[in-house]
Nanobody, 129 residues
Framework: QVQLEDTGGGLVQAGGSRRLSCAASGFTLEHFAIGWFRQAPGKEREGVAGIDHFGRGLNYADSVKGRFTISKNNAENTVYLQMNALKPEDTGVYFC??????????????????????WGQGTQVTVSS
């Protein structure tokens, strides 16, 4: 059974850190590009970070650049999103998703998110001020 499991969310104070995990089962992440998306309350879901099949191509939304780091561990079949210097505006439900294509920017990720093949269930991150 193909499944993505997003974990690691929770409540964190502004300025703190959190690491999200996206564990795949039933398929191999090595063959896919992965994106992290978030949906803030009352807003559309947006792409925040992406990584290509090889783990070398990286994309970040301007709002998270320099604070978030996406990485891929093929041996663990898991993708991570390390979030540092968190801000209240980072609050939202975070989803990982996989696709065969690697968009060149998070703006494109946002536009074509309907093409992403598999999605995690989402994990809530709440940043208090």
């Amino acid at each position: 059974q193909v499944q993505l499991e997003d974990t690691g969310g929770g409540l964190v104070q502004a300025g703190g850190s959190r690491r999200l995990s996206c564990a795949a089962s039933g398929f191999t992440l090595e063959h896919f590009a992965i994106g992290w998306f978030r949906q803030a309350p009352g807003k559309e879901r947006e792409g925040v970070a992406g990584i290509d099949h090889f783990g070398r191509g990286l994309n970040y939304a301007d709002s998270v650049k320099g604070r978030f780091t996406i990485s891929k561990n093929n041996a663990e079949n898991t993708v991570y999103l390390q979030m540092n210097a968190l801000k209240p505006e980072d609050t939202g439900v975070y989803f990982c998703a996989v696709d065969s294509q690697f968009p060149m920017s998070t703006e494109i990720m946002t536009r074509i998110q309907g093409n992403y093949r598999y999605w995690g269930q989402g994990t809530q991150v709440t940043v208090s001020s």
